[in-house]
């Protein structure tokens, strides 16, 4: 207890004690071993704690402990200007600054795609793990020299820190990154209920014991709840053995100390820290073979070595990113009044905007914004490069397809499955869904009463409808008036190259259109085009204007 009170000075937490002895007898340590871990820190390197407080106390407890670590759980390199224009360099100078030790792979680190990934890979100063990767292709394996897990040795005490990504990473970044000729060569252990995941990682944690491992912590960026079951990090330790520790990220979850049974019945504990450095934990190794954690949100310094470094990376984008490109009058808002998400299952005036821009460049009959893609609300004012990047920070490609009005509705069933309607419970977002399409020359109803019929296979992909259609009165803008789709008709459709050819959130109903444009310009780009030739957005987009409704 001697480290928590003395940190209660200087630090702000919240913290979880957990005894989680273990029946194996380990050498004994000179003193704990520290281990901080960060994850979803999504480019926020200043953000809430930030990087530099963070350094600062790891320096601090480093002075005072021999044995100290860093390490992340994923989905660094993506989520902010800064590591969308640089496409990851400067977080990755930015982590190495930082003294991290070893780092997963997040759903988002692909989405740069495969040979960016092993650039930024090649560039980073620690170990990079990832156990559960399996390839088959003839090409190029971005994960071939990447072990699943790495041991560091302590004075003797060997722990073995071991990575594991989503599954989910086939759909939730861009899925063609993962194929060769039409086919899936990456495979992340998805099918069979989460088993294959768990062999795989089973296999890894074994190796590691067999190679003298006293301890095994998972790093996994997996999430935790029904939304990613199977593939999740409770499932996970259910399946398994040998893990001590389960570090996890992907569902932004806030999570103190919590264990559970693994397949031995045999406890494990589960920590997560949330998203964009809102918290980072520390999980201590006794010398009596316990484990604690605990979640800092706070300390009272900062370095001044890596707020320079930071200073340094973002000073090359200053004076663009804050260049005027329209005004505003009102917020352009992602979220209602009591800051709930809406853009994920509701109309919202800002995804309007963006499809309009897109529709305006494009010329299409309709124009599909995946709500997921549009990420930040703008504040009345001055509308600048920065806050087009705060809100398409992904910087995806756009394209044009020719579908059927066959192929718009199954998407639009498709990706309308988890709406209800209730936009939240418990002061909590539900029935959101990041491949919810928000829409330009198109409106549509959703009838929350029936229940969705639509069939998705292991990897979430889109298979069949089965029933009762829930999305209705499709009716898409022809010659200035709404008219009903007809399904055998061919239309026009402009969106993300990650919706439309890379079968991005499962909606793979466009994969097989013919294309006019298979990757146009970028959707930042086209959308600060549109808003530079506005003095100021028009009210109509201040509040939503019925082209989707929710009954």
Same mark, same amino acid.
Request: charged share 25%; glycine share 10%; net charge negative.
């Given at each position: ?310 200073? %340094? $990376? ?6 663009? !990113?804050? &260049? ?6 009102? @917020?352009? #808002? =992602? ?92 002061? %909590? $977002? ?6 919810? !399409?928000? &829409? ?6 959703? @009838?929350? #009463? =029936? ?93 939503? $204007? ?6």
């Amino acid at each position: 207890m001697k480290k928590i009170i003395k940190l209660l000075l200087t630090v702000c937490f919240l913290f979880t004690l957990f005894a989680c002895a273990r029946e194996e007898k380990k050498p004994e340590l000179k003193d704990d071993i520290h281990i901080f871990f960060t994850s979803d820190v999504h480019c926020g390197v200043s953000d809430n704690l930030g990087y530099p407080k963070l350094k600062a106390l790891i320096d601090d407890d480093k002075a005072e402990h021999p044995y100290v670590a860093l390490v992340d759980c994923g989905d660094y390199l993506q989520g902010g200007t800064i590591g969308s224009i640089s496409k990851g360099e400067q977080i990755i100078h930015i982590m190495n600054a930082m003294g991290y030790d070893v780092a997963t792979i997040g759903n988002h680190e692909f989405d740069y795609g495969m040979e960016r990934l092993s650039e930024l890979m090649k560039l980073a100063d620690f170990d990079i793990v990832a156990c559960n990767v399996a390839y088959s292709g003839t090409k190029t394996n971005t994960f071939e020299t990447t072990p699943g897990y790495v041991i560091k040795d302590y004075d003797g005490v060997k722990v073995a820190f071991l990575g594991v990504l989503t599954p989910e990473s086939l759909i939730s970044s861009t899925p063609v990154f993962f194929m060769e000729d039409g086919k899936f060569v990456y495979d992340f252990g998805n099918g069979e209920g989460g088993l294959v995941l768990a062999e795989r990682v089973q296999s890894s944690v074994d190796a590691a014991r067999k190679e003298g491992a006293d301890y095994v912590i998972a790093l996994t960026h997996l999430g935790t709840g029904v939304i990613y079951e199977p593939y999740d990090a409770v499932t996970l330790i259910r399946n398994t053995t040998g893990i001590d520790a389960v570090l996890d990220g992907h569902a932004h979850a806030v999570i103190l100390g919590e264990t559970y049974q693994n397949k031995e019945g045999k406890d494990v504990l589960l920590s997560s820290v949330g998203t964009k450095m809102a918290n980072v934990g520390e999980l201590f190794i006794g010398k009596d073979g316990t484990l604690e954690t605990m979640l800092i949100s706070e300390y009272d310094r900062e370095d001044e070595t890596i707020k320079e470094t930071i200073a %340094k $990376e973002e000073a090359a984008l200053t004076e663009l !990113l804050s &260049v005027k490109v329209s005004h505003t009058d009102f @917020d352009l #808002s =992602i979220t209602d009044e009591n800051g709930i998400r809406l853009v994920r299952s509701r109309e919202v005036g800002l995804a309007n905007l963006v499809a309009d821009a897109w529709r305006d460049y494009l010329g299409t009959d309709i124009v599909i914004v995946n709500g997921g893609s549009v990420r930040k609300t703008i504040p009345a004012g001055d509308i600048t490069h920065q806050n087009v990047i705060d809100v398409l920070p992904f910087m995806n490609s756009l394209s044009i397809c020719i579908a059927t009005g066959q192929q718009i509705l199954d998407s639009l069933e498709f990706t309308s499955r988890f709406t209800e309607g209730l936009t939240s419970f418990d002061e %909590k $977002e539900v029935g959101e869904f990041g491949g919810f !399409l928000q &829409v330009s020359g198109l409106k549509y109803t959703i @009838d929350t #009463s =029936i229940p969705s019929s639509v069939v998705v296979d292991a990897d979430n992909m889109f298979v069949e409808i089965t029933g009762e259609r829930r999305v209705k009165d499709i009716m898409v803008l022809q010659n200035g008036e709404y008219v009903p789709i007809d399904p055998e008709k061919s239309y026009t459709v402009g969106g993300p190259d990650y919706v439309l050819a890379h079968m991005g959130d499962g909606n793979n109903l466009f994969k097989d259109c013919e294309f006019i444009i298979s990757a146009g310009p970028t959707d930042s780009d086209v959308f600060a085009a549109y808003l530079s030739k506005l003095d100021s957005v028009s009210e109509r987009y201040a509040q939503p $204007e019925g082209r989707i409704t929710v009954k």
